[in-house]
């Protein structure tokens, strides 16, 4: 049984960092193209990043410069390090694991960015 497991959101301080991670299990990691998308309060889920078996990356533009994604296939965890947070990057963060027709998703970890 494939497993997305991530870790605990929380809350922010603007200008805050924070690196959330996805631990896999169930399934050969390295074959999988991850990705990171999240859900804001009365908005649609959108891409954050992603980041391919072979280690391409993908940003949404607006993210670009202070979002990073990175895995690490010997932990069988992707990464998603969040600088210079926003109040409007408040959201539910899920992450994302594709192999041809699989695709499988995490719980959803909070992240909320509030002074």
Same mark, same amino acid.
């Given at each position: 049984?494939?497993q997305?497991?991530? !870790?605990?959101?929380?809350?922010?301080?603007?200008?805050g960092?924070?690196r959330? =991670?996805c631990? #896999?299990?169930g399934?050969?990691? !390295?074959?999988?193209?991850?990705?990171w998308?999240?859900?804001?309060p009365?908005?649609?889920?959108?891409?954050v990043?992603?980041?391919t078996?072979?280690?391409?990356?993908?940003?949404?533009?607006?993210?670009?410069?202070?979002f990073t994604i990175?895995?690490?296939?010997?932990?069988n965890?992707?990464y998603l390090q969040?600088? =210079?947070?926003?109040?409007?990057?408040? #959201?539910?963060?899920y992450c994302n694991?594709?192999?041809?027709?699989?695709?499988?998703?995490?719980?959803?970890?909070?992240?909320?960015?509030? =002074?």
């Amino acid at each position: 049984q494939v497993q997305l497991v991530e !870790s605990r959101g929380g809350l922010v301080q603007p200008g805050g960092s924070l690196r959330l =991670s996805c631990a #896999a299990s169930g399934i050969i990691f !390295s074959d999988l193209d991850m990705g990171w998308y999240r859900q804001g309060p009365g908005k649609q889920r959108e891409l954050v990043a992603a980041i391919t078996s072979g280690g391409r990356t993908n940003y949404t533009d607006s993210l670009k410069g202070r979002f990073t994604i990175s895995r690490d296939n010997a932990k069988n965890t992707v990464y998603l390090q969040m600088n =210079s947070l926003k109040p409007e990057d408040t #959201a539910v963060y899920y992450c994302n694991a594709r192999k041809e027709w699989l695709d499988f998703w995490g719980q959803g970890t909070q992240v909320t960015v509030s =002074s």
